[in-house]
């Protein structure tokens, strides 16, 4: 029930809080860190590390420009298929099997 989530971490192994806010359809910025980058979400998901202007305009046309529910729900199938906790389970189990071979 947020209008943006925004994490400005400097430091991520695996960005589980932006990995779940995304799970539950929110808009999300992050910082360009690695960890975050790997994601490989859109250019304009993204601001510069430390630069609180590029975060406020970034922030402001993020509210101003709200997903679409056909947005919404993309992004929740997309995060259920890639990063759940089943669909992870589903691609490990598949790589023991293939190790045990």
């Not at 975060?55 to 679409?68: D, G, M, Q, T």
């Amino acid at each position: 029930n947020a209008t943006l989530f925004v994490l400005p971490s400097s430091h991520e192994g695996m960005p589980i809080a932006l990995l779940e806010a995304m799970a539950h359809g929110l808009p999300v910025l992050a910082s360009d860190i690695v960890a975050n980058r790997e994601l490989g979400l859109p250019d304009d998901d993204y601001f510069p590390l430390g630069d609180i202007d590029a975060l406020a305009v970034a922030i402001a046309r993020k509210i101003e420009n709200p997903p679409s529910d056909d947005e919404v729900r993309s992004q929740v199938a997309q995060m259920e298929s890639t990063h759940s906790w089943a669909s992870v389970a589903q691609k490990t189990l598949a790589i023991y099997r293939a190790l045990a071979r």
